[in-house]
């Protein structure tokens, strides 16, 4: 069902050539929203659910930006599509195990997906590469005008916009920024990072495993808090933390580069060969693997034009994906072997890596 | 050894002694090994002291009532044991339950940011036009017939202004 999804060439995280930047991956800004006179998607029995989904997909379906959209009732989807769909973060785990009459509303190029009865009636989010928290909150709050237009929600004046959870109450917004963080990872930083936002009620996550040494030195840094404070203030707040952690990851980059620089050339360089060369590797392998070669094209070791690349074969490896593309059920050591035939192929296209870059950035 | 620690959910002895420090506050608690394991105390990742304090079931107060939101029957024992509303109208309803767990959990407890203003007035302007059909018909019924015009204008007025669109760009 979500082949067109899958081979769209122009879709936001996996083809956005321009947009990708150093340490930012990408800018989510999700909001919660729900509808008056219906009780809270898991208060609600399968008729109300049903009512709410069928409601709200008509609804959303006549919105421009949801033109030549999809809509997916969660009911209709394989295990494994919706393993995709949560790789690729248009879904969450939780509406893949949700209860009858679910759904979700997927734009064209995959910048806006909206789960439809997930923990509260609407949860929209707008998506896109690099760091643009402005424009992804202006997107999402247009949209969001558009949709209240015609879909009366519940709001209150003391306590904003009416959530199923109180942790989500007020605006209703999280934002999320994905960031590669290599430098503070290999310097032993990250424990520290970690404490410290989170006293500022910001959270810090793995994307792929928890704690501090999440594979792929990928993390996902949010706002907590969303009641008290306008959603500029919130956007504003976190906007700030994460300059102070980009530049953090950058010194530390420079410091592991200018203290052990052979150690980080050769870190690459094996990164680079075991990916052209590899027979079998696992997930975890490729993700960290992936993180030096990201690493190269930062420090201008590959082409900037290639980071894309990169970024694209780190959701491309995750096994929903390697599964999907093998178009079979196929046992995790074949997994591991078609994502090493990817892998190899994908990379005898790149240039080879040009260490004199390096050079001339001291 | 702490012998005399009782846990704090099922009196059993406490073997289990865990502190957390969330938001500069120290989260302290006392649990027995099967209680320990249930609450996920032993699984390193994600598990939140003050999640589980927050959404432990306290006992009962004598004399308190079991609150219901009369729109979805949510009651008061449900969100303290889930931490979760059932539907919109349970924030008036469980007002006060819910006001100190926001004071812990937000930067404030009065909403900031955006207003759907178009929502709200088309919402006032529904409410409005029910109530003065209500008049109407009230009026019809007692023969109150200048009365009845009197609220067949009113209601026209809103209808008209409707359609035009007015009442859905004006501020509430």
Known sequence: ?362 | MAENLKCSICDQEATVHLTQIVNNKIHKVDLCETCAQKKGVTDPEGFSLADMMSKAPLSPVSGEAQLACPSCGHESGDFRRTGRLGCSACYEVFRTLVFPVLEDMHAGTAHQGKVPTVALSRQSSHMQLKQLMGSLARAVAEEAYEDAAKFRDQIKEIKELKEAGALEVSPK
Request: charged share 25%; net charge negative.
């Open chain 1, 1 to 362: 069902m979500i082949e067109s999804l899958i081979n769209d060439e122009r879709a936001e995280l996996t083809q956005a050539v321009k947009k990708a930047a150093p340490v930012v991956l990408s800018t989510r800004i999700r909001l919660a929203r729900n509808l008056v006179g219906q009780p809270f998607p898991e208060r609600a029995d399968v008729l109300q659910r049903r009512e709410v989904l069928t409601r709200c997909a008509d609804q959303l379906g006549a919105l421009p930006q949801m033109n030549k959209g999809s809509f997916f009732d969660i009911a209709d989807l394989s295990v494994l599509e919706k393993q995709v769909l949560v790789e690729r973060h248009l879904i969450s785990r939780e509406l893949c195990d949700g209860e009858a009459g679910t759904g979700v509303y997927i734009n064209k190029g995959q910048t806006c997906s909206v789960m439809i009865n997930e923990e509260d009636h609407l949860r929209i989010q707008f998506l896109k590469a690099g760091f643009n928290l402005k424009s992804v909150w202006k997107l999402i709050d247009t949209f969001d005008s558009e949709l209240e237009k015609t879909i009366d929600v519940a709001f209150s004046e003391d306590f904003g916009y009416l959530t199923a959870c109180p942790t989500n109450l007020g605006t209703g917004l999280r934002a999320s920024v994905m960031m590669h963080l290599p430098g503070l990872v290999i310097s032993g930083q990250m424990e520290r990072v970690i404490r410290a936002v989170s006293q500022l009620g910001i959270t810090v996550r793995g994307l792929f495993g928890e704690g501090s040494d999440a594979s792929g030195h990928i993390f996902q840094i949010s706002n907590q808090q969303t009641l008290g404070q306008s959603e500029s203030e919130i956007l504003e707040s976190l906007a700030n933390v994460l300059k102070t952690v980009i530049d953090h990851e950058l010194n530390a980059r420079f410091k592991y580069l200018e203290e052990s620089r052979a150690k980080l050339l050769d870190q690459i360089g094996r990164a680079f060969g075991v990916l052209k060369n590899a027979h079998v590797i696992a997930s975890d392998e490729a993700l960290n693997l992936l993180s030096f070669i990201r690493l190269a094209v930062d420090f201008g070791m590959l082409p900037e034009a290639n980071r894309a690349d990169v970024d694209r074969l780190v959701i491309e490896s995750q096994p929903g994906h390697v599964q999907y593309a093998a178009q079979e059920g196929i046992a995790p050591d074949a997994r591991d072997i078609a994502r090493a035939d990817k892998l190899r192929k994908e990379f005898s296209n790149l240039p080879a890596l040009d260490f004199d870059k390096l050079q001339d950035q001291e």
